[in-house]
Structures are given as structure tokens and as C-alpha cells.
């Protein structure tokens, strides 16, 4: 009987080993064979997640950020111990102990799963497991990714940290609202820290994982509660929390910035606009756009917030005068449905809805409204984040449209979406009116750079951003006009010319391919023989187009390129008088080669890149063409109230002497000639005006010691703004603006006067050479080069014959004769009624 009793269990030992045996090969064999070919555990412990880059101001403050996935990466050691907790406490509590995988975890999910009959699916996967799935499986619940994921996550133990492992997994993990990784998260919903977060705040973010859609604080505002509680009961029972602190927070309420009650992170944040679109658009260039938008760059902006803020507001406010100034309602041209206006819940939700631009502050904030009602002597409205009381109705009055033509009903209908602003008492500022405001047809642009670093201190591409993003400062390609005249200018003086050169001012008849071409004053009249300097002050476009013809165009193209204003300038004359379309970008970088004296400068919005680590991998300092070196920074014995001596090591592309004479008749421009009126700085200013044919674009760019700035205005698809619009006029007020703040804050110095220079008194009317003690409203004293010996009374002509009769107009205004001297050495009189006989000498006068 023993015996038989023995053999029984003998039996069963074998069968159970063999069993055993049996499991524990098929097993393997499972693991064997799921185990091949696996993505490589290895490259995890050199992961770098896409991280959100940032775009900081001079004063260091974020300004924009840019991301695929908003994530800021965090390690492991910065993250505090309370958070890891909580997520630890919900999704993992044995993750210090098991090695990978939790056995006990996945046999009560299979219990689980078998007691409801399938129904109740529960995960069973610990942390390492979803590090594991998020990096290098995919999301289904297949038996055979759960295998693979086991043996992935058994060997990733074997290879890094736990903490290693924890800070993969809450830096990845996605947490709703586009949030990715805790720190992304806690700014999302809290807008916080991770150093700020109380506990009941970490045991929220901790009950996203499990499904972030389904757990959103406000549509599942209870479930989310109860998650989080039971959250935090985890974190008691596993020790973390003590009872007191357990008591406390499980009774706050449900607070977030989805519920109102804090503010979002992004308020902080300006707008964006041109200048940091631009940045991104350059960056991607440079770096690449998956770099860019995951790389976790750190960009350090030339931008100066409080002199981008006054770009915006000078070039609006000409923009909005000249849009009133003709008269005419465009409005959005967006309406909303009349099925949509029955409640204010309707027309509000609808109004959040509608297209139009949120980010003009133009002597108010502009606000986007829906016309309700359309009466006769007013017109009630719905404004975006108003409520109308008594005191402070939501309607326009009949006389606030007085600018426009044609009545409410005339111009409106219910269901526009309009722009409105409040207008204010002055002084009081008590409520006066809502004021009806529109984005202009007409746009233009608006930039400022540092003449010596090329630092782009300010930019605006267009009336606004949000309505337009074409960047119309270095995407838009227009003719510059009379304001490239300068650098004709500047290729005849390099070229030998001298200031007191004298330029015919007469008619000219140039035969083209497209017929006859006679080019013409902007004034309609013609002045005879006139100095260089006063040629680019009252912009003469005959004298410029002789002077070209003199110095030849391929001369004046290479200088243009040279310049930088254009790649390849066509060789013919009309481009002597900007015809050849480029950008203000290029434009306002090749005025500032005037103002410092001829030295390259770059333009820059950036200052510096760092990476995710903080290594600097761009410093524009540091380009080749940019560097300045400090040559006494370190000196422990420099004088008080001396500045360190900073030497350039940047090319020279034109001659000191020729910048700074171009720059004193540039000068001539602001205090006596196309620019006078508008432009009056406290420091000394030079500047060119620009106007095209028909004033399709209008300019103004001008310069002090430190600062260029410019702009123009002009219809995106080209057409004239009118008879009376002129680059002095409409862009000049836009200077003025801007450059009364910014000499306010970066002051201004006279020009530096090379050495070379020799400074001779001239008659700015006739160009004639005057005595030392020279005084009067003609006299300018003139900058010579040293050493060589001025030409005075020869006369230029470039070659053309006068093509009929004209008045020749005096400094004066009068049209009497006039005796000048010819090249030949011979005299001719002139005026009033001056013909080809009597002008005539052999093609120079």
C-alpha cells in the first residue's frame, strides 16, 4: 500500500515537474522568440525629447515659444519628490521594488478580466512597461506587445536608474491640452512650477495619465475628483502623505486654469508677431524645422519690447490716418449667421469663433463686435468680453462714422463682425463712446537696427500679425524710389566726384525699347545747373539719372550689390531711381554702412542659440564679418568716466571719407530739404525720402549715430495712394515717432568726421567755393579729402543734349537767366526760356 501510495505521488511529482518543465520551456521559448529583433533599451539612456524652444527679450523675458509637443524638460533631480510620488501612487506603487514587471499586478488584471468576463480591462503595466510602450512599442493591448513589453522593460532595469527611468516617464508622458511631461503640465493647468504644486495639484496631474481626454477639469469635472482623492488615499497609504495632510487636501476644490480660476500661461506672454515669426522663419533655414520645434533652443532676441511696442504704434497710426483719410467702410468681411444671433450665448460663442484680429492696441485695444441693430442714429452691438449696462451702452453714435461715406444702414448689416474701441475723456478718462475701427487696405512695414552690431532692435511687417503674417519688412519686394538715390550718390563720390561737383538739371529724352523715355522732376520743372548736395536734398531724379550715366550703371549695380540692397541689379537707367524692386530689410541694413563710417554690419534679430544643455551653438558676435574685440575691457586703470576702446574687425566696403560727405548731404535732406517738415530730432539726423512712380510706395529711412530706422507704405497688390502722398509725408511722420523714443532711451551723437576729412565753404546754390569767414543760409561747410585738390565750376551732363525748351527755376523760385561755365571753358547763359542752341557746348556744361 505504501508503496502504491509512493508511486501515486511519484507520478504526480513527475507530472508536475514535467509541467513545470513544460511551462517554464514554452515560456522561454515564448521569451526567445518575442525576444528577437526588439528595438534597442540602449539609445533610451541618450534621449532627448522634443522640447519646446523659447525666444527671450534683451531683458531676458519670454517673448514666444515654439513646439510640436509643449514640453519642458526637466531632470530627474529637479523634480520634486512629492510629485513623483503621486504618480508613483497611481500608477506604480511597487516601482522601487519590482524589477520591470509586476507579477502580482498583472494577475489581478487577469482576474479582474476574467471576473467581469472581459468588460474590465485593466492595464497592469508599470512605469518601466510604459516608458517602454511610449518610446518603443505601440499603444495596443495585444498579448504580444505586452510580452516584448515585459522583456524590454526587465532588460531597461538592467541598464539605467530608477530615477533614470522615472524621469523618461514624466518627462514623455502626455497629460491633455497638448501638455507633454509634468512640467508642461503643471503650467497648463495651474500655471505654476513643479516647485509650487501642493499636493492635492500633483495628485491631479497624476490622474491624467490613465486617459487624459476623459479626465478634462471641466466637462468631467466630478471624475476628475474622484481620481485625484483617490490619488491622494494612495499616497497616504503608501506613506508619502501624513493623515493631517491627507485631511486637508482631499477637501480642496477642483481648481485650474480651464475653470477660471488662474490665469493662463500664455497671457503672460505678448502676441506674437513679425519679429519672432521672423526669427522662427530664419531659424528653420539654419537649423532645420524638426530642431527648431523640438530641439529645446534657447534664442537669445535683439528685440527691445518697449521700442517694438512704439514700431507698432507709429506705423498704425499713419496706416489708420491714411485708411480714414479716404473715406470708405471695408470692415472684415465676416458675418455671422442669422440663426446664431438669437442669445447672447449664441453671439458670443459665435463671435469667439470668427477670424479676425485680437492683437491691435491702437489708442485702445481694438475689440471684435457683431452689429446686432442697425438704427438711423445709432448702431447696437455685441462686443467680445463687454457686458453693456446703462452707463456704458453697447452702441456706435451717428457722429462716430462722420469719416466714412454714407450712412449705418449704407455701410452695415446685422450679423458684421466689426472692430470697435473705447474712447475715453481725456485726463478723467470716463467713458465717452464706442468708436467703429477697421484693418486697413493699405499696409507697409517699420524696422530699427543698431548701426554698429546690426541688432535688430524693432520690426512690425504689417498693420497686424494676427490679420496678416506677411512679413512685409523681408518678404515684400518693392521699389525703393528716390531712396536708394544715395547709393548713386556714393558710387560716384567713391569714384572720384566731388561734393561740389555740378549736375545739369534739364530735360532728357532717352530712347528705350518701349518708346521714348522722358523722365521728370517731381516738381515738373527743371533747375539748371545745381550742385551734387543739393541733388539728393530736394531729390532730383534728372540729376541722378546724369550722374548715373556719368559713373555708369554697371559702377552704380556693383555698389548696390555690394550694399547688399540687391543680389543682381539690372543695368539700366530707371533703376538709378529705385525701379528695381528690394526689401526694407535690405534697405535699412545698407543705410546703417553709411551711418558707422562704411564697415559691413549684418543685420540680426538674434544675439545668441543655446541647446537644451545651454552650449552656445550660434553667437552672432562671433560670425565671421561681426566680431568686435574689447581691448581694454580687463584694463584694472582705466580712467573714470572713459568707455572701453571696442576695435572692429569688419570689411570696409566703402571709403570713411565718402560715407560721412554722403552722410552730411543726407543730413541736408532733414533740416532743409524733402524731409524738413516732418523730421526734427534733438540729435543730429540724416535720412532720404522715397516716392515711385504714381506713389505706389512711399518711404522714408533715415539714421542718427546708433539707431536706422525706416519704412513704407504702400498697397500690397501695387496702385497709387494718391497725388498728395509722398515718402516725406506718410513715412516721415513714422520716423519721428519712433526715433523721439528712441533717442530718449539710446541718445545720439554728431557724426564722426574721418580724419581725411578737409572741410571747404561752398555755395550750396551754385556749388562756387567761399571764403573761411562764409556765413549765411547758402553756406555749407563741405568735406573734402585731404590731399586732393577740389575741382570747382566744371559741369556734368552725362552726355545728353537738352531735348526742347523749359523754365529754369532759381533757388529763389524766379526763372530769370543765369551764366554758367561750360567744361569746355566757355560761358552760356541760361534761362528763362533756355533752348538747345543756347545751352549747347559739345555735350558738358
Known amino acids: ?432 463712446r464706442w468708436s467703429l475701427r477697421q484693418v486697413p487696405e493699405v499696409q507697409g512695414a517699420f524696422m530699427a537696427m543698431d548701426v554698429n552690431t546690426g541688432r535688430v532692435i524693432a520690426m512690425q511687417g504689417g498693420f497686424s500679425y494676427q490679420d496678416s503674417v506677411f512679413n512685409r519688412a523681408t518678404q515684400a519686394l518693392r521699389q525703393p524710389g528716390s531712396s536708394f538715390k544715395p547709393f548713386v550718390y556714393a558710387a560716384a563720390l567713391d569714384s572720384g566726384y566731388a561734393p561740389s561737383a555740378i549736375i545739369i538739371d534739364a530735360p532728357i529724352e532717352i530712347d528705350t525699347p518701349q518708346g521714348v523715355w522722358r523722365p521728370q522732376n517731381s516738381s515738373n520743372q527743371y533747375y539748371g545747373p545745381t550742385p551734387l548736395r543739393t541733388g539728393i536734398e530736394q531729390s532730383r531724379n534728372l540729376m541722378t539719372i546724369r550722374l548715373a550715366q556719368e559713373v555708369g550703371m554697371d559702377t552704380v549695380g556693383r555698389y548696390a550689390e555690394r550694399f547688399g540692397v540687391y543680389d543682381h541689379m539690372g543695368r539700366v537707367l530707371a533703376n538709378a531711381l529705385g525701379a528695381d524692386e528690394t526689401t526694407l530689410y535690405k534697405m535699412i541694413s545698407a543705410y546703417a554702412m553709411f551711418a558707422n563710417g562704411g564697415e559691413r554690419v549684418e543685420p540680426t534679430l538674434v544675439d545668441r542659440v543655446q541647446d537644451r544643455y545651454g552650449r552656445t551653438v550660434y553667437n552672432h558676435e562671433a560670425e565671421r564679418g561681426n566680431e568686435r574685440v574689447c581691448v581694454d575691457c580687463a584694463d584694472p586703470n582705466l580712467p573714470p568716466g572713459k568707455g572701453p576702446t571696442i576695435r572692429n574687425n569688419r570689411d570696409r566696403i566703402m571709403d570713411g571719407v565718402t560715407a560721412y560727405q554722403l552722410t552730411s548731404m543726407m543730413q541736408g535732406v532733414v533740416q532743409r530739404g524733402t524731409a524738413a517738415s516732418v523730421i526734427d530730432l534733438p540729435v543730429p539726423t540724416a535720412g532720404k525720402t522715397g516716392t515711385t512712380n504714381d506713389a505706389k510706395d512711399v518711404w522714408f529711412i533715415g539714421f542718427t549715430s546708433n539707431i536706422v530706422a525706416g519704412c513704407y507704405i504702400g498697397f500690397d497688390q501695387p496702385r497709387s495712394l494718391g497725388e498728395h502722398a509722398y515718402g516725406g509725408t506718410m513715412c516721415g511722420p513714422v520716423f519721428q515717432r519712433f526715433m523721439t523714443k528712441a533717442v530718449e532711451k539710446y541718445g545720439g551723437t554728431d557724426f564722426k568726421v574721418p580724419e581725411a576729412c578737409e572741410f571747404i565753404n561752398i555755395d550750396r546754390f551754385t556749388g562756387a567755393r567761399l571764403g573761411e569767414g562764409a556765413s549765411g543760409a547758402n553756406v555749407v561747410a563741405e568735406c573734402f579729402r585731404r590731399g586732393q585738390e577740389p575741382m570747382f565750376g566744371v559741369q556734368l551732363d552725362g552726355g545728353w543734349a537738352m531735348s526742347g525748351n523749359f523754365d529754369l527755376i532759381q533757388p529763389d523760385g524766379t526763372t530769370r537767366s543765369r551764366e554758367v561755365t561750360t567744361s569746355t571753358g566757355r560761358k552760356a547763359v541760361v534761362g528763362p526760356k533756355a533752348s538747345f542752341g543756347t545751352l549747347s557746348s559739345g555735350g558738358l556744361y
Not at 502580482?104 to 518601466?128: L, M, N, Q, Y
Open 1 to 432: 500500500m505504501i508503496r502504491f501510495i509512493l508511486s501515486i505521488f511519484g507520478a504526480i511529482f513527475s507530472v508536475l515537474t514535467l509541467g513545470a518543465m513544460m511551462i517554464a520551456l514554452s515560456m522561454g521559448a515564448i521569451f526567445w522568440v518575442y525576444g528577437r529583433d526588439l528595438p534597442s533599451h540602449e539609445s533610451l539612456a541618450q534621449y532627448t525629447p522634443p522640447t519646446i524652444s523659447r525666444i527671450y527679450s534683451q531683458e531676458g523675458q519670454v517673448i514666444d515659444e515654439f513646439a510640436q509637443e509643449r514640453r519642458l524638460f526637466t531632470p530627474a533631480d529637479q523634480i520634486p519628490d512629492m510629485v513623483k510620488q503621486a504618480f508613483i501612487s497611481a500608477e506604480d506603487k511597487n516601482f522601487y521594488q519590482h524589477q520591470g514587471y509586476d507579477l502580482r499586478g498583472i494577475g489581478a488584471a487577469a482576474v479582474d478580466a476574467v471576473k467581469s468576463r472581459g468588460r474590465d480591462v485593466r492595464g497592469a503595466s508599470t512605469i518601466t512597461q510604459q516608458v517602454m510602450k511610449n518610446f518603443l512599442l505601440s499603444g495596443d493591448r495585444q498579448a504580444e506587445r505586452k510580452i516584448k513589453e515585459i522583456i524590454l522593460a526587465a532588460r531597461l532595469e538592467e541598464t539605467l536608474s530608477k530615477e533614470k527611468i522615472l524621469e523618461l516617464y514624466l518627462n514623455e508622458i502626455f497629460l491633455g491640452q497638448n501638455s507633454y511631461g509634468v512640467t508642461a503640465a503643471a503650467q497648463t493647468y495651474f500655471n505654476k512650477s513643479l516647485m509650487e504644486l501642493a499636493p492635492h495639484e500633483a495628485a491631479f496631474l497624476a490622474s491624467l495619465p490613465k486617459a487624459p481626454s476623459d479626465y478634462h477639469p471641466v466637462r468631467q469635472k466630478e471624475r476628475v475628483l474622484a481620481r485625484r482623492n483617490y490619488v491622494l488615499r494612495e499616497m497616504l497609504e503608501n506613506g508619502y502623505i501624513d493623515e493631517p495632510t491627507y485631511e486637508t487636501e482631499v477637501v480642496q476644490p477642483l481648481k485650474s486654469v480651464q475653470n477660471g480660476d488662474y490665469d493662463p500661461y500664455q497671457k503672460a506672454l505678448p502676441p506674437r508677431d513679425y519679429f519672432t515669426d521672423e526669427i522662427r522663419r530664419q531659424l528653420t533655414q539654419d537649423f532645420g524645422e524638426g530642431e527648431f520645434f523640438s530641439g529645446g533652443l534657447s534664442v537669445r532676441a535683439t528685440l527691445d519690447p518697449e521700442m517694438q511696442v512704439e514700431a507698432a504704434r507709429s506705423l498704425r497710426l499713419a496706416l489708420e490716418d491714411y485708411d480714414r483719410s479716404r473715406g470708405r467702410w471695408t470692415g472684415t468681411g465676416i458675418t455671422i449667421p442669422e440663426d446664431r444671433l438669437g442669445s447672447e450665448a449664441d453671439w458670443r460663442a459665435a463671435l469667439s469663433e470668427a477670424a479676425v484680429a485680437r492683437d491691435v492696441d491702437l489708442r485702445g485695444v481694438w475689440r471684435p463686435a457683431v452689429v446686432l441693430e442697425v438704427g438711423d442714429q445709432q448702431m447696437r452691438l455685441g462686443i467680445e468680453g463687454v457686458e453693456a449696462t446703462e452707463a456704458k451702452p453697447s452702441v456706435v453714435p451717428r457722429n462716430d462714422i462722420a469719416w466714412m461715406r454714407g450712412s449705418f444702414v449704407d455701410n452695415f448689416e446685422r450679423g458684421d463682425v466689426v472692430h470697435v474701441r473705447e474712447m475715453t475723456e481725456d485726463g478723467s478718462g470716463a467713458f465717452l
